[in-house]
């Protein structure tokens, strides 16, 4: 059995061809999206942050709003990038989204990935200290974002305060029990994987990871799994850690589907470069035929390794076609290979 959510970057363009001409259109369809998911029985809404992108950028709000609007949906992000965050004013955002919500908030966090403008997070008022890196820095923001969410005091209070305050030392309010738990770490590494077990934050792996080995997409992030797995062990943690991969993956069902994606082009995985020296492993995307999309399905590794998979979703498309897509993987794919 696997958790199955979808994954939203929530482009918009103001093109005739787009169904999300406006930030507006592609947050209040976001909302609708989530509606949509929770009726079909999906398990989770997730949504994807770029600054300075005509893409979702501002998560808390959004995930407050969708919260409101639904009932029993887990709600996350994968991922935010915490080299942009203030982690005192993310943990009361979170911890407000998370209680709204009644506990379902399901918060991925990373170093975050290549940008549309050089080193965004200096506009945003951080920089790397000392001999940091920015990859230092969101993992920096990250750990003071965790010891946060533990929600012990830590601040010492007016001795002439405008409101009474109870004894101690104060925590940031609101305060959302159990939140910790529910923090993911998007890796694109073995080592920043182990580093997230450590910390006892779950493991989020999307279609792109840092080329490690030259074996194949699926091979390296099963790999990356287990390893994380390992460490988690290893570092004595009591609760069983949760462990999503991200798939573009469409069952081709009718003529609409065939038009959007049955022309294949993208059934291998592609290397890249990130920076000059940086290799990277891009997964391949699923689409065929339910009968042969199970059978591709079930050789891939990952997917087996994995929880929870996440479905990235073409959001440009409208809010009915994407509950199409969701309800066909739901219904012709996910009982054949025991998702359900």
């Keep these: 059995m696997k958790k199955i959510g979808f994954l939203s970057f929530g482009h918009w363009t103001p093109s005739p061809q787009s169904r999300t001409q406006s930030a507006a259109d592609a947050l209040l369809q976001s909302i609708d999206l989530a509606v949509e998911a ?5 398990d989770g809404a997730y949504f994807r942050v770029h600054h ?47 209680l709204i919500s009644s506990g379902r908030l399901q918060l991925g966090v990373s170093r975050g990935s290549p940008e549309q403008v050089i080193d965004g997070w200096r506009y945003f008022g951080y920089r790397p200290s000392g001999s940091e890196n920015d990859a230092d820095l969101g993992r920096r923001h990250a750990e003071a974002f965790l010891d ?29 029990e159990g939140l910790r738990d529910r923090i993911w770490w998007g890796a694109a590494t073995n080592a920043t994987a182990i580093w997230a077990a450590k910390l006892g934050m779950n493991l989020q792996s ?22 994380f797995r ?51 492993i891009f997964g391949r995307s699923y689409a065929a035929e339910p009968d042969v999309l199970i059978e591709q399905l079930r050789n891939d590794e990952a997917i087996a390794e994995a929880d929870t998979l996440l479905l990235t979703v073409p959001n440009q498309l409208g809010v009915a076609y994407n509950a199409h897509v969701m309800e066909a993987i739901l219904t012709t794919v996910a009982p054949a290979l025991s998702w359900r």
């Design 38 to 42: 929770e009726r079909l029985g999906m």
């Design 52 to 98: 300075f992108a005509r893409q979702l950028a501002s998560p808390f709000p959004l995930l407050a709003a969708v919260g409101a609007k639904t009932r029993k949906i887990e709600i996350g992000t994968a991922v935010i990038d915490m080299r942009y965050e203030n982690p005192h004013y993310m943990a009361e955002d979170a911890g407000a989204a998370d």
């Design 148 to 176: 946060l969410l533990r929600g012990k005091g830590f601040a010492q209070p007016n001795p002439r305060p405008m409101f009474a305050n109870p004894p101690g030392l104060l925590r940031l309010e609101p305060f959302s």
């Design 206 to 227: 999307s279609t792109l990871k840092f080329d490690e080995t030259g074996e194949p997409f699926h091979i390296q992030q099963a790999g990356q799994i287990r390893a």
């Design 230 to 280: 390992a460490a988690w062990k290893e570092a004595g943690h009591a609760r069983t850690p949760r462990i999503s991969v991200s798939r573009s993956i469409f069952a081709l069902v009718d003529d609409r589907d065939r038009a959007y994606f049955g022309r294949g082009g993208q059934e291998e995985d592609h290397i890249g470069f990130l920076d000059e020296s940086t290799r990277a």
